[in-house]
C-alpha cells in the first residue's frame, strides 16, 4: 500500500494558537516523512522531514512527532501566525534504487486568523 | 542556487487538442520528476526520470500522455488528445544525489474546456 491520509482537509486557527495536522501510512518500507508547505500559485516546499529511528524533530515552529507503532506521524505549528496560512502535505518516501520517491497526503488547508 | 524552471505558467485549450510543458530542473540534479495536482488533491506521480533513463512511468496515461528527458537535463510532457479531466496543476521537481526531499517548481495550470 502507498496510500498517505492526511487530516483534517482544512484547519482555521487563531495567531498564535498551535496548529496539529495529522497523516498516517500503510506500507513499513517509507522511510523519509517530509512536510511541504505549498502558497497558492507556488509549488510545494519543503517545511521539515523525519526519519523512523527518531519519534521527534523540531525547527524552529514546526515541530513533526512520528509514531512508528502506529504508523503515524503529525506536524506541531506552534505560536500560528497568518503568514503560515497555506497548505500543508505530508508525504512518504522510499528509496528506490536510484532515487526517491515521494507519495503525497491530500493536503490541509490552513488558516490562521490575525 | 538557481530553481527548478517551468513554462508556460498557464495554459487554456481546447479538449482534444495538444499541449506541452517545459521543465528546467536544478543543475546537477540527476533525477527529475513529474507530477500532476488536481484541484484540493496532493501531487500524484506521473514520472520518474534518472538522467535520461525512464525509472517509474507505472501512474502515467500512456494513451495520451508522453515524456522525455534528452541528454539528461530538459524534460518535456506532453498531452494529447487532453482531457476535461485533465485539467490540474502539472509540477515538475527534481532532487540531487542523496537528497531526501524535492525541489518543486512552481508549476504550469492546465485548463481544458
Known amino acids: 500500500q502507498q496510500q498517505v491520509k492526511q487530516s483534517p482537509q482544512s484547519l482555521i486557527v487563531q495567531k498564535g494558537g498551535i496548529s496539529i495536522i495529522n497523516c498516517a501510512y500503510e506500507?513499513?518500507?517509507?522511510?523519509?516523512f517530509p512536510w511541504y508547505q505549498q502558497f497558492p500559485g507556488k509549488g510545494p516546499a519543503l517545511l521539515i522531514a523525519?526519519?523512523?529511528?527518531?519519534s521527534e524533530k523540531k525547527e524552529g515552529r514546526f515541530t513533526i512527532s512520528f509514531n512508528k507503532s502506529a504508523k503515524q506521524f503529525s506536524l506541531h505549528i506552534m505560536d500560528s501566525q497568518p503568514g503560515d496560512s497555506a497548505t500543508y502535505f505530508c508525504a512518504a518516501s522510499i528509496y528506490g534504487g536510484s532515487a526517491r520517491q515521494l507519495t503525497f497526503g491530500s493536503g490541509t488547508q490552513l488558516t490562521v486568523l490575525p | 542556487e538557481a530553481g527548478v524552471a517551468q513554462s508556460p505558467r498557464y495554459k487554456i485549450i481546447e479538449k482534444r487538442q495538444s499541449v506541452a510543458f517545459w521543465c528546467n530542473p536544478i543543475?546537477?540534479?540527476?533525477?527529475l520528476y513529474w507530477y500532476q495536482q488536481i484541484l484540493g488533491q496532493g501531487p500524484k506521480l506521473l514520472i520518474q526520470?534518472?538522467?535520461?533513463?525512464?525509472?517509474?512511468d507505472s501512474q502515467l496515461p500512456k494513451d495520451r500522455f508522453s515524456a522525455e528527458r534528452l541528454k539528461g537535463v530538459d524534460s518535456t510532457l506532453k498531452i494529447q488528445p487532453a482531457k476535461l479531466e485533465d485539467s490540474a496543476v502539472y509540477l515538475c521537481a527534481s532532487s540531487g544525489q542523496g537528497q531526501g526531499g524535492y525541489t518543486f517548481g512552481s508549476g504550469t495550470r492546465l485548463t481544458v474546456v
Open positions: 523525519i526519519r523512523p529511528d527518531v
Open positions: 543543475s546537477g540534479h540527476a533525477t
Open positions: 506500507n513499513t518500507a517509507f522511510d523519509y
Open positions: 526520470f534518472q538522467n535520461n533513463g525512464v525509472v517509474d
